[in-house]
Nanobody, 118 residues
């Protein structure tokens, strides 16, 4: 069974920091591109950051320079360090494992709430 379990969400004041972690099991983690997405009430789910199996990263425009994604293949972990948080960062954050081809599947975690107060 594939599981992606997020942790680290919470309530933080604007300008503060949080670190999210995602623990993966049931997949060959090192071969997967991983990502963080978020969804605020009434809005579409959007890409926050992603990291390839080789460690290349990309970020949504709204978080560039503030968030950093990383992975530890030895521990099957992908993390998201969030600094200089803004109220508009408030959302449920989801861990994502990309499909490896058309015969494979995407996988999603259950999400962790991040709330940034003003």
């Amino acid at each position: 069974q594939v599981q992606l379990v997020e942790s680290g969400g919470g309530l933080v004041q604007a300008g503060g920091s949080l670190r999210l972690s995602c623990a993966a099991s049931g997949i060959i983690f090192s071969s997967r591109a991983m990502g963080w997405y978020r969804q605020a009430p009434g809005k579409q789910r959007e890409l926050v950051a992603s990291i390839s199996s080789g460690g290349n990263t990309n970020y949504g425009d709204s978080v560039k320079g503030r968030f950093t994604i990383s992975r530890d293949n030895a521990k099957n972990l992908v993390s998201l360090q969030m600094n200089s948080l803004k109220p508009e960062d408030t959302a449920v954050y989801y861990c994502h494992a990309e499909r490896r081809g058309i015969l494979d599947y995407d996988y999603w975690g259950q999400g962790t709430q991040v709330t940034v107060s003003s």
